[in-house]
């Protein structure tokens, strides 16, 4: 079955460390791929995305993600977490983008990210 | 900046009841969707339309309608509210669909609570 998986139900780094937050997907061709952040009580903010092109994507709020083909990998790095960066984190993609009509996304389960000061 | 709000935050409902929850976009988008978010579970698609009086079924639909009368309002329907629909539902919208894959913008959510 075609799927989104974030391996990681919850993370915790402390203030000024760096963060990796993995998404893998089982598709065979390269989908369009999304990060989406929500901050408690929040809905969901989208912090970049993947349709083609260069593979190194630069987001929002100091976000990055690397899409990486052979792996099947969209993982989403930041240097420097700030204690405002504790929320969840969702991957999300869209597959067969190029069948025409509507596109369904789907949703990995999230990650949750705590900050420790 | 895109704007979908919400009718509600918070909502508390009986079993049994009939449960209206309100969706608004401001950005004149074709695209609109109601998702169910539960924990562990991520995203799980309701409804979506894609025009006024337009619907298509998502991945968990039973127990659910939609009204889609207005291009900037999309509605969900609990007919008759049971406790398993304790949750929170996001609205999102998007813009057309043109063979590229669109960013949805999303409301706040609304936590709803069935006893």
């Known amino acids: 079955a075609q799927s989104v998986t974030q391996p990681d139900i919850h993370i915790t780094v402390s203030e000024g460390a760096s963060l990796e937050l993995r998404c893998n997907y089982s598709?065979?061709?390269?989908?369009?791929l999304f990060w989406y952040v929500q901050s408690p009580g929040q809905g969901l903010q989208l912090l970049l995305k993947y349709f083609s092109g260069d593979t190194l994507v630069q987001g929002i709020k100091g976000f990055e993600a690397e899409f990486k083909r052979s792996q099947s990998s969209f993982n989403l790095r930041k240097p420097s977490v700030h204690w405002s960066d504790a929320a969840e984190y969702f991957c999300a993609v869209v597959l067969n983008p190029f069948s025409g009509g509507y596109n369904k996304l789907i949703f990995g389960a999230g990650t949750r990210l705590a900050v420790h000061p | 900046d895109v704007k979908v709000t919400q009718s509600s935050r918070y909502l508390v409902k009986r079993t049994g009841e009939k449960v209206f929850l309100e969706c608004v976009q401001d950005?004149?988008?074709?695209?609109m969707f109601w998702y169910r978010q539960d924990p562990g579970l991520g995203l799980r698609l309701i409804y979506f339309?894609?025009?006024?009086?337009?619907?298509e079924k998502g991945d968990i639909p039973e127990g659910y309608s939609v009204s889609r009368e207005k291009k900037e309002r999309f509605s969900l329907i609990l007919e008759s509210a049971s406790t398993n629909q304790t949750s929170m539902y996001l609205c999102?919208?998007?813009?057309?669909?043109?063979?590229?894959?669109?960013?949805?913008?999303f409301g706040p959510g609304t936590r709803l609570t069935v006893l």
């Open positions: 999102a919208s998007s813009p057309p669909t043109s063979g590229s894959a669109d960013t949805q913008y």
């Open positions: 598709y065979g061709a390269t989908p369009y």
């Open positions: 950005m004149d988008h074709e695209n």
């Open positions: 339309s894609y025009d006024v009086k337009m619907k």
